[in-house]
């Protein structure tokens, strides 16, 4: 911007009182303007529903150690995923699988090359008050409609939960009748409250609602799926937020020894994530 009047202009009287009036207001301009900064950036973290808790507690983190102010929204990966491309207005897209985050990249929405695992969730089946050791063959002795998960077609952990029961003698009459939850926190939710005889959960889940007293959990009740593969979480930046160091800021420290110990605490395995 030039800030200087050429001498060749002829200013009109109206012209310097206005000129002069803009020079009087600059000084609360500038001043406006570096309190703005002096509060940094903010961002708006999308995270699939089973990181929720986790997501809070970063944010936290991350608030009381910088001057960024963080956003969190929490719901099933392919209902946040869904509402991103049509047009919702996130910064950093932290979902319970690493297929969506790919999507938006393809697509065009994400920052190319900003997809990465952040953190690997497992699956477990819980079953209050099972007749025997808790085993997935054994759901057979139940209705399917005590038995819940989260709904496949938009959260991972439900995708992960029908692929174990289709590979168990379970015919598809019985499957087609299991409650299907909007998300996996709701799958504990229903669990805990009786509304379901068993149902498959996410480990973060059942730490949250424990820590949180909404669940009370024998250990001899759940049987974590160990032979499975756990449920890569993975993440992406989406364009709107290339510049927002806000955003920046939330992907780096990811990695840091802090943030890392909040995952494993909150019953999360850390990938192995190439430099």
């Given at each position: 911007?030039?800030?200087?009047w050429?001498?060749?202009?002829?200013?009109?009287?109206?012209?310097?009182?206005?000129?002069?009036r803009w020079?009087?207001?600059?000084?609360?301009i500038?001043?406006?303007?570096?309190?703005?900064s002096?509060?940094?950036?903010e961002?708006?973290?999308?995270v699939?529903?089973?990181?929720?808790?986790?997501?809070?507690?970063?944010?936290?983190?991350?608030?009381?150690?910088?001057s960024?102010r963080?956003?969190?929204?929490?719901?099933?990966?392919g209902?946040?995923?869904?509402?991103?491309?049509?047009g919702?207005?996130?910064?950093?897209?932290?979902?319970?699988?690493?297929?969506?985050p790919?999507?938006l990249?393809?697509?065009?929405?994400?920052?190319?090359?900003?997809?990465?695992?952040?953190?690997?969730?497992?699956?477990?089946?819980?079953?209050?008050?099972?007749?025997?050791?808790?085993?997935?063959?054994?759901?057979?002795?139940?209705?399917?409609?005590?038995?819940?998960?989260?709904?496949?077609?938009?959260?991972?952990?439900?995708?992960?939960?029908?692929?174990?029961?289709?590979?168990?003698?379970?015919?598809?009459?019985?499957?087609?009748?299991?409650?299907?939850?909007?998300?996996?926190?709701?799958?504990?939710?229903?669990?805990?409250?009786?509304?379901?005889?068993?149902?498959?959960?996410?480990?973060?889940?059942?730490?949250?609602?424990q820590?949180?007293?909404?669940?009370?959990?024998?250990?001899?009740?759940?049987?974590?799926?160990?032979?499975?593969?756990?449920?890569?979480?993975?993440?992406a930046?989406?364009?709107?937020a290339?510049?927002?160091?806000?955003?920046?800021?939330?992907?780096?420290?990811?990695r840091?020894?802090?943030?890392?110990?909040?995952?494993?605490?909150?019953?999360?395995?850390?990938?192995?994530?190439?430099?």
């Open positions: 911007m030039n800030w200087a050429s001498e060749r202009t002829h200013v009109m009287p109206q012209m310097l009182i206005s000129r002069l020079f009087h207001t600059l000084p609360a500038l001043l406006m303007w570096v309190t703005v002096a509060h940094g950036a961002a708006r973290i999308a699939a529903s089973n990181f929720r808790d986790t997501a809070l507690a970063i944010a936290k983190h991350l608030e009381t150690n910088s960024h963080y956003q969190i929204i929490s719901g099933s990966t209902k946040l995923a869904s509402q991103i491309i049509n919702a207005p996130f910064d950093i897209f932290m979902a319970a699988d690493q297929q969506r790919r999507e990249e393809s697509r065009g929405l994400a920052v190319p090359g900003s997809v990465m695992p952040y953190a690997l969730g497992e699956l477990g089946l819980w079953w209050p008050g099972a007749p025997n050791t808790v085993n997935v063959a054994q759901l057979v002795e139940l209705p399917a409609g005590q038995v819940c998960i989260a709904n496949p077609a938009f959260a991972p952990y439900g995708e992960a939960a029908i692929t174990i029961l289709k590979a168990a003698p379970l015919d598809a009459t019985w499957l087609g009748g299991l409650i299907r939850v909007d998300n996996i926190n709701l799958v504990t939710a229903w669990v805990a409250t009786g509304q379901a005889r068993a149902g498959f959960v996410a480990r973060s889940a059942m730490i949250a609602a820590r949180q007293g909404e669940a009370v959990v024998a250990p001899d009740e759940v049987m974590w799926l160990d032979e499975h593969a756990p449920i890569a979480q993975a993440m930046v989406m364009k709107r290339a510049e927002n160091p806000a955003a920046a800021f939330w992907v780096r420290q990811l840091s020894a802090p943030v890392q110990a909040m995952l494993v605490q909150d019953g999360y395995r850390l990938p192995q994530v190439s430099e």
